[in-house]
């Protein structure tokens, strides 16, 4: 089974910095993208960020500037350096992947979430 295992996630004040990793393991075919969801409570869940195993990336727009993510793919790893943190960027943070596990099977996977906690 494909399991994403993260870390990195605790609780820093406005302006500070956290780096999120992600590990990808288990029966992997490739990748075709990791990246970041986040949901705050009473909030949908949205996709922070996502990079492809070529390397392209997407933000959202509410993170632009700030956040960068970066990927390794012989490791198989996802990263989300977050700069200058701001409250409203609290939230459960969760890795994802879209991914083959054949060549004929692609699904989406999920971490189990890493809390991420700004202090004003």
């Known amino acids: 089974q494909v399991q994403l295992v993260e870390s990195g996630g605790g609780l820093v004040q406005a302006g500070g910095s956290l780096r999120l990793s992600c590990a990808a393991s288990?029966?992997?075919?490739?990748?075709?993208?990791m990246g970041w969801y986040r949901q705050a409570p009473g909030n949908q869940r949205e996709l922070v960020a996502v990079?492809?195993?070529?390397?392209?990336?997407n933000y959202h727009d509410s993170v632009k500037g700030r956040f960068t993510i970066s990927r390794d793919n012989v490791k198989k790893m996802v990263y989300l350096q977050m700069n200058r943190l701001k409250p409203e960027d609290t939230a459960v943070y969760y890795c994802?992947?879209?991914?083959?596990?054949?060549?004929?099977?692609?699904?989406?996977?999920w971490g189990q979430g890493t809390q991420v906690t700004v202090s004003s």
């Open positions: 994802y992947a879209d991914l083959y596990r054949s060549q004929w099977t692609r699904n989406n996977y």
């Open positions: 288990g029966s992997i075919f490739s990748i075709n993208a």
């Open positions: 990079i492809t195993s070529g390397g392209s990336t």
